[in-house]
């Protein structure tokens, strides 16, 4: 990637341009900065900027050869070392190198924005900590002592530094403190005091700080679309970090769209003469993965919940505005003693459903008719 598509940080890259200029790059670096500040995205940019063949006073050209290997991530004398540990494909003896391929997916996945999470989530192994091990040093080792294939510099990118454990960094010690000739090896951390004393006394410091909101609000609407006074609201919320950002975005689009999807769900349980819609959209909500369906049914719950406190009097307790909260207060007379515990349930018992595999299609079928008996019981109820 190009410097210029690095969100914010404008000192660090003036800094790094800076010493690139006066011929004074460290070969061992530790670009140090919490999750979602951008510094592998940094350090990868920076690395490109340095083996471009056609670069500018300040980025890389992104179009020549070296620029394009290194947009793959695959350039030949780019080496990646992260923490690893055994899943379902690789059942013994972890190493980077056997995970390049979902390296490079999960990557292209994050725009280079990668936590460990939710790299942890992209292997699929669970709660299992990740290493960077001893065999990932021998392996580095042997490769950095032969001559590189075609750029000036071959780069060495430890991602979560902080995990290498003690094997890999005895190993690794000779390496770090006077890497062979035209080599460079960033390390990229999140946190000092987790990183052995052994490998930060050998490296120089970049320091790289949380994103600033405007940065983060910025990044949102040209990146994301979202206009500007959602994106500055957004900005507070994430703490200086891109990935914060993104997955209150996400969450935020979830929350919008099971709101219409179940308006539009009761409307049509309400209307039972229009079957052949509610069929339909039953089998939408049935192809929705198992995890929007139980969100859907969640926030199911929580209209209902909403509901009965906007019965009660407590509708001071209900945090939803505009339409969301018109729709609880048109709800809430049609949700009483007549029905709102079988709702509940019954919501309830879909979901325990869903997580056993109940076909998704079938269930919310019955839900409905379900619903819409609940529905016309709760009507009577109010007219009384
Ligand atoms: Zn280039």
């Given at each position: 990637?190009?410097?210029?598509?690095?969100?914010?940080?404008?000192?660090?890259?003036?800094?790094?341009?800076?010493?690139?200029?006066e011929?004074?790059?460290?070969?061992?670096?530790?670009?140090?900065?919490?999750?979602g500040?951008?510094?592998?995205?940094?350090?990868?940019?920076?690395?490109?900027?340095?083996?471009?063949?056609?670069?500018t006073?300040?980025?890389?050209?992104g179009?020549?050869?070296?620029?394009?290997?290194?947009?793959?991530?695959?350039?030949?004398?780019?080496?990646?070392?992260?923490p690893?540990?055994?899943n379902?494909?690789?059942?013994?003896?972890?190493?980077?190198?056997?995970?390049?391929?979902?390296?490079?997916?999960?990557?292209n996945?994050?725009?280079?924005?990668?936590?460990?999470?939710?790299?942890?989530?992209?292997?699929?192994?669970?709660?299992?900590?990740?290493?960077?091990?001893?065999?990932?040093?021998?392996?580095?080792?042997?490769?950095?002592?032969?001559?590189?294939y075609?750029?000036?510099?071959?780069?060495?990118?430890?991602?979560?530094?902080?995990?290498?454990?003690?094997?890999a960094?005895?190993?690794?010690?000779?390496?770090?403190?006077?890497?062979?000739?035209?080599?460079?090896?960033?390390l990229?951390?999140?946190?000092?005091?987790?990183?052995?004393?052994?490998?930060?006394?050998?490296?120089?410091?970049?320091?790289?700080?949380p994103?600033?909101?405007?940065?983060?609000?910025?990044?949102?609407?040209?990146?994301?679309?979202?206009?500007?006074?959602?994106?500055?609201?957004?900005?507070?919320?994430?703490k200086?970090?891109?990935?914060?950002?993104?997955?209150?975005?996400?969450?935020?689009?979830?929350?919008?769209?099971?709101?219409?999807?179940?308006?539009?769900?009761?409307?049509?349980?309400?209307r039972?003469k229009?079957?052949?819609?509610?069929?339909?959209?039953?089998?939408?909500?049935?192809?929705?993965?198992?995890?929007?369906?139980?969100?859907?049914?969640?926030?199911?719950?929580?209209?209902?919940h909403?509901?009965?406190?906007?019965?009660?009097?407590?509708?001071?307790?209900?945090?939803?505005?505009?339409?969301?909260?018109?729709?609880?207060?048109?709800?809430?007379?049609?949700?009483?003693?007549?029905?709102?515990?079988?709702?509940?349930r019954?919501?309830?018992?879909?979901?325990?459903?869903?997580?056993?595999?109940?076909?998704?299609?079938?269930?919310?079928?019955?839900?409905?008719?379900?619903?819409?008996?609940l529905?016309?019981?709760?009507?009577?109820?109010?007219?009384?």
């Amino acid at each position: 990637m190009q410097l210029k598509s690095i969100i914010g940080q404008q000192e660090v890259k003036a800094r790094l341009l800076a010493g690139f200029r006066e011929n004074r790059v460290a070969h061992t670096q530790l670009f140090l900065g919490p999750e979602g500040s951008g510094s592998l995205a940094l350090a990868l940019a920076f690395a490109q900027f340095i083996n471009c063949r056609e670069r500018t006073e300040t980025d890389s050209c992104g179009t020549c050869p070296s620029c394009v290997k290194y947009q793959k991530l695959a350039h030949p004398d780019l080496y990646f070392y992260f923490p690893t540990t055994t899943n379902d494909s690789v059942k013994k003896d972890p190493k980077s190198s056997l995970f390049l391929e979902s390296w490079r997916e999960y990557l292209n996945k994050t725009d280079v924005y990668p936590t460990q999470n939710g790299w942890y989530g992209h292997l699929g192994v669970g709660n299992k900590q990740g290493y960077i091990r001893k065999d990932d040093a021998n392996e580095l080792i042997a490769k950095i002592a032969l001559k590189s294939y075609e750029s000036e510099y071959k780069v060495v990118i430890f991602w979560m530094a902080e995990k290498m454990n003690e094997a890999a960094s005895n190993k690794l010690l000779k390496t770090l403190e006077e890497p062979p000739d035209k080599t460079l090896i960033f390390l990229i951390a999140e946190r000092y005091e987790l990183l052995l004393a052994t490998v930060r006394s050998r490296a120089q410091i970049v320091k790289i700080l949380p994103l600033k909101d405007e940065e983060i609000a910025t990044a949102l609407t040209d990146r994301k679309g979202v206009g500007q006074q959602e994106a500055a609201q957004f900005s507070l919320l994430a703490k200086g970090s891109w990935n914060q950002a993104v997955d209150l975005l996400e969450n935020a689009e979830e929350l919008q769209s099971n709101f219409i999807r179940f308006r539009q769900w009761l409307r049509l349980c309400f209307r039972p003469k229009d079957y052949l819609e509610l069929n339909k959209f039953n089998s939408e909500l049935g192809r929705m993965g198992r995890e929007k369906q139980k969100r859907f049914l969640q926030y199911g719950l929580e209209v209902v919940h909403n509901s009965i406190m906007l019965n009660q009097k407590h509708g001071n307790t209900v945090r939803k505005s505009g339409e969301e909260l018109d729709f609880s207060v048109k709800l809430a007379p049609l949700v009483n003693e007549a029905n709102q515990r079988e709702i509940y349930r019954l919501c309830n018992e879909a979901i325990y459903h869903i997580e056993r595999n109940a076909h998704g299609g079938i269930l919310f079928t019955d839900l409905s008719f379900k619903l819409l008996d609940l529905l016309a019981a709760g009507k009577r109820r109010m007219a009384k």
